[in-house]
């Protein structure tokens, strides 16, 4: 039995037909005209346009709508080499490529978290060999995350046309709200670079100036749709650089604070992340307890943007990291289940009546 008629296959045929011909005209006339700064095949050129085309049209809301970070950060590291390899032929896929690299990023950043989290349970049982083992494992994978950090920057400027570093800044415009995040992702990737970079001991050499031109890029994406992120990012970066903050500019933390309730209310909790990241970058003790319990109180009550929900699940592993270096640190061993959200002093005392499930 036919599941499709003839009529039908041959419309479908005649179809494909006419779109490989539209690429290779295409094609063609970039060849002709000498605008292209790639090697044209008659093959792979086309073939790269679709695989381009695919990525941005399906794989990326597909990838942006997933609940898992671990999955989605090896389907980065997997991809992106054969994806991007076909800027060698065809128009580089910066847009597709920038969140792979941004994705390859929290595959290494996680390796360099868990050996952060071994480095201080060595120096918590006085293991020091174990710990100057463990905290040299830490800054090579965050010199590696930094440099991948900073491609995926590069990548999502490249992709929308914008020159970070042009004064006056001419603000791109976005065809869709996945553009737009896109874009704010690679101004988030940035700020994260120098972080990481930071947390290396500077191996990477990530130029700081990126810096305040990511800062100011911000102004480019609608800060209230995108709950707060891009004022979160702009306070950060006004705290490690105090003088690019503008007279008249609202004090950092309570920026922070503000942009963090914006990003419960808006269904994604970037903006939390980034308030925990500054929190212990500048020892904020206080504020870190504060997000870590925001965070996991919103839980009962924020409806999450199902369409871009990777970022909300990427956000959470970021308060989790921060909340289990404080309990490794302080008590020898990550944040039971049961106490996430806590980082009472007094959590090991109460730790002893936990579950049972914890401790298993």
């Known amino acids: 039995m036919d599941f499709f008629p003839a009529s039908f296959l041959a419309r479908l045929s005649r179809g494909y037909v006419t779109g490989l011909k539209s690429i290779v005209v295409l094609v063609l006339a970039f060849a002709v005209s000498g605008c292209v700064s790639y090697q044209l095949h008659p093959i792979y050129t086309p073939t790269g346009m679709v695989i381009a085309a695919y990525s941005e049209a399906q794989a990326t809301p597909y990838v942006m709508a997933m609940d898992d970070p671990g999955m989605a950060c090896r389907l980065g590291e997997g991809v992106d080499p054969l994806v991007y390899s076909f800027s060698r032929v065809s128009p580089a896929p910066d847009s597709t490529g920038s969140l792979l690299m941004l994705l390859s990023a929290l595959c290494s950043e996680r390796e360099a978290r868990q050996a952060e989290l071994e480095y201080l349970l060595a120096e918590y049982n006085g293991e020091v060999s174990v710990a100057k083992d463990a905290r040299e494992r830490s800054k090579r994978l965050y010199a590696v995350t930094a440099t991948r950090r900073y491609k995926a920057f ?4 490249s992709a929308y046309g914008f020159d970070p570093a042009a004064d006056p800044i001419e603000c791109p415009s976005f065809s869709n709200d996945q553009a737009e995040l896109t874009f704010l ?6 700020l994260q670079a120098i972080v990481s970079d930071s947390n290396s001991g500077a191996r990477a050499g990530i130029p700081k100036d990126i810096a305040p031109q990511a800062a100011r890029a911000t102004k480019c994406v609608d800060n209230e749709k995108w709950g707060g992120a891009p004022a979160a990012v702009r306070a950060n970066i006004w705290l490690l650089l105090p003088d690019s903050r503008p007279p008249g500019a609202p004090e950092p933390w309570a920026l922070l604070d503000k942009s963090s309730k914006q990003g419960i209310e808006a269904g994604n909790r970037l ?3 980034l308030e925990a990241v500054a929190a212990e970058t500048f020892g904020r003790r206080d504020i870190l307890k504060k997000v870590i319990a925001e965070f996991v109180e919103a839980d009962d009550t924020i409806e999450i943007w199902e369409e871009y929900q990777l970022s909300d699940e990427v956000a959470r ?15 020898g061993y ?10 009472d002093e007094h959590a090991e005392s109460d730790a002893k009546a936990m579950d049972l499930d914890d401790l298993l």
């Open 154 to 157: 590069q990548r999502a400027m």
């Open 185 to 190: 992702l690679g101004l988030i990737t940035g």
């Open 334 to 343: 990550r944040t039971p289940a049961s106490r996430f959200g806590s980082l």
């Open 271 to 273: 903006s939390l992340a």
């Open 317 to 331: 592993e970021v308060i989790q990291f921060s909340s289990d270096k404080y309990w490794i640190a302080n008590y």
